[in-house]
């Protein structure tokens, strides 16, 4: 799918009296979806696909943080199917991606992703409005209240 013309890979960011267009360029698989999420000041946006997860700038387009997804098996099946997917992006720039069913804490320098430990499997994540409670619901209906130091 393009927007405006342009290609399905790049991420286009929009004012409501837009003055020009920023993108920023995102890999991804034809057709597949991506998770999208904001800073809590706005500042930073984050983008999760199949084969990428990065951090950029909406107002100048530029890429704070980037990640290719490596191996199928541990970082790529895990995101497939109609399970509910959450991105969170922290005002640092730290990333929580509830991805099928596990909490992920983006790792931007690690070969592999880090899953947080969690009792069952997650349905859902949430972030308190200052950033230092994590809440996650897991299947069985139990909530989990976890106090939250970033990295």
């Known amino acids: 799918m393009a927007v405006s013309g342009r290609p399905a890979r790049v991420v286009v960011v929009t004012e409501r009296e837009p003055r020009h267009l920023r993108e920023f360029p995102f890999d991804n698989l034809p057709g597949a979806g991506c998770q999208l999420a904001l800073s809590p000041d706005g500042t930073l946006a984050a983008c999760a696909s199949l084969r990428h997860v990065l951090v950029a700038r909406p107002a100048t387009g530029e890429v704070v943080r980037e990640r290719r997804l490596a191996g199928f098996r541990e970082e790529r099946a895990p995101a497939l199917g109609a399970r509910r997917q959450r991105l969170v992006?922290?005002?640092?720039?730290?990333?929580?991606?509830?991805?099928?069913?596990?909490?992920?804490?983006?790792?931007?320098?690690?070969?592999?992703?880090?899953?947080?430990?969690?009792?069952?499997?997650?349905?859902?994540?949430?972030?308190?409005?200052?950033?230092?409670?994590?809440?996650?619901?897991?299947?069985?209906?139990?909530?989990?209240?976890?106090?939250?130091t970033p990295a």
């Not at 972030?127 to 409670?133: G, L």
């Open 89 to 148: 992006c922290l005002a640092d720039g730290q990333v929580l991606w509830l991805r099928g069913q596990r909490v992920v804490d983006v790792d931007w320098e690690a070969e592999g992703l880090r899953y947080l430990p969690q009792e069952g499997l997650c349905e859902d994540i949430a972030f308190d409005h200052e950033r230092s409670r994590l809440a996650l619901v897991n299947n069985a209906g139990r909530a989990e209240v976890w106090q939250w």
